[in-house]
């Protein structure tokens, strides 16, 4: 349809991957190079600057590959999320992604569990396919990364900073996937329209005490009763810093809007010191 066909001529353009004449950029043909999503590109190219490659690549070969998690049968429900609260981390769900992937490749690596990889799986409600077509992705992903000349950086999974160039890199990225939770009981607005949606049951968030005001989320499921999937927690100043501002100043008039602008407002002095110190 023209109308879908524009909205992805326009999301591209708010990525940087068009030039003013409206062909690829520079940068666009380096995302092209990746057979991912075009917001997964930019994200594993911003990885670069934030020097937190090896981590990105884990995340786009897990979103990528189909979910991991099994429905669990019936009954076996809580077991199956006693079973995934191992792997969760309190930075939301792609740093999770990344503890079951390693989990998995360390699982795989066991000399104590040669060919008992599916058995692993079973016991803890996930796909071995999944798991293993995402470790292919990983590593043409890595092919690609190195025939282009791109850096990978070192893993440095867990450390402070590493989890903030992280969502640093997400959000170069998604910053078009953003929603808030507006009444404290996990119905989160969009930011790009009026939707409304609930954390999806596999989130490392669902049925947890503390909900995230903020999150970005990968993709919205309307299929799956109007929910975000793979969501991490971020705050506005993150966001405030990260964000086209000609991206910004197109959204639609809202609260999570006022409250944003007023952190930009606030940050906007520092940024123009910082520029001046330059």
Known sequence: A???????????DYL???DNNGNL????????????DPQLSKSLLA????????????IAAMVTAPSCFLQAPPGTEEIARIRWRRFSHPAGDHCTLINIFNA???ATASPTQPGNTEKWCRDYFLSCSALSMAEMIRAELVEIMK?????????DFGSEGNLLSIKKALLSGYFMHIARDVDGSGNYLMLTHKQVAQLHPFSSYYNSRRIPEWVLFHELSISEGNSIRVVTEISPQLFAELVPQYYFSNLPPSESKDILQEVIDHLAPVSATKEEQK
């Open 47 to 58: 990885s670069c600057e934030f020097e937190c490659v090896d981590e990105m690549l884990t």
């Open 2 to 12: 023209p109308e879908s066909l524009m909205q992805a001529l326009e999301d591209l």
């Open 104 to 106: 998995f490749k360390a």
């Open 25 to 36: 950029s520079e940068f666009g043909i380096i995302m092209s190079e990746f057979p991912l």
């Open 147 to 155: 025939r282009i000349e791109l850096p990978i950086s070192e893993p």
């Open 16 to 18: 940087a991957a068009l």
